[in-house]
T-cell receptor, first 114, second 115 residues
Framework: AQSVAQPEDQVNVAEGNPLTVKCTYS??????LFWYVQYPNRGLQFLLK??????LVKGSYGFEAEFNKSQTSFHLKKPSALVSDSALYFC????????????FGAGTRLTVKP | DSGVTQTPKHLITATGQRVTLRCSPR?????VYWYQQSLDQGLQFLIQ???????AKGNILERFSAQQFPDLHSELNLSSLELGDSALYFC??????????????FGPGTRLTVL
């Protein structure tokens, strides 16, 4: 069965600095990988996804993520963090060979300080 | 605004009771997903429907059931409620189909409190 891990519960960065939110996954086949963001009292919002092709995926609000098959990772990055990026970030994986249910990581709380 | 609507926003009930949560997907989306979010369990996938039929099942308890109607709205029924069922319940929708590469769009959630 597929699984996804977000090793950091909390990430703190200063505004203007680059940020990275880590995600590793485990699937039996090929993965579909997603990043979502959740602001307080809101549902999750889609940021970006990797399906196939270029390992570097660009998404909403200046975020990007790099698919690394050998390290089974899909880290979320942004070159310059904003205070408004502070939120809960979820990585998710869908195993193409499985019964198509989506597995979410536990979430990483990103705090960007001015 | 994702285009996915959920009602009610808040629900307070007692143990042993039964409740129904409702979800309307984005226009054109055929798949509906239900998730439970709690502090200790994180975000748990419950069940997916595609065009009225069950497509995938996750960690859904036997006390819970769902269905998707011909107009594509979905309902999640929770019965014999326990204190531990208190959580945020999210509905999401996607275009769906054979390819499962489509992103999901989440509703604002229903906060269920069981007293």
């Amino acid at each position: 069965a597929q699984s996804v891990a977000q090793p950091e519960d909390q990430v703190n960065v200063a505004e203007g600095n680059p940020l990275t939110v880590k995600c590793t996954y485990s699937v039996s086949g090929n993965p579909y990988l997603f990043w979502y963001v959740q602001y307080p009292n809101r549902g999750l919002q889609f940021l970006l996804k990797y399906i196939t092709g270029d390992n570097l995926v660009k998404g909403s609000y200046g975020f990007e993520a790099e698919f690394n098959k050998s390290q089974t990772s899909f880290h979320l990055k942004k070159p310059s963090a904003l205070v408004s990026d502070s939120a809960l970030y979820f990585c998710a994986v869908r195993d193409i060979g499985n019964n198509n249910d989506m597995r979410f990581g536990a979430g990483t709380r990103l705090t960007v300080k001015p | 605004d994702s285009g996915v609507t959920q009602t009610p926003k808040h629900l307070i009930t007692a143990t042993g009771q039964r409740v129904t949560l409702r979800c309307s997907p984005r226009s054109g989306d055929l798949s509906v997903y239900w998730y439970q979010q709690s502090l200790d369990q994180g975000l748990q996938f419950l069940i997916q429907y595609y065009n009225g039929e069950e497509r995938a099942k996750g960690n859904i308890l036997e006390r819970f059931s769902a269905q998707q109607f011909p107009d594509l709205h979905s309902e999640l029924n929770l019965s014999s409620l326990e204190l531990g069922d208190s959580a945020l319940y999210f509905c999401a929708s996607s275009v769906g189909g054979v390819s499962q590469s489509n992103e999901q769009f989440f509703g604002p959630g229903t906060r269920l409190t069981v007293l």
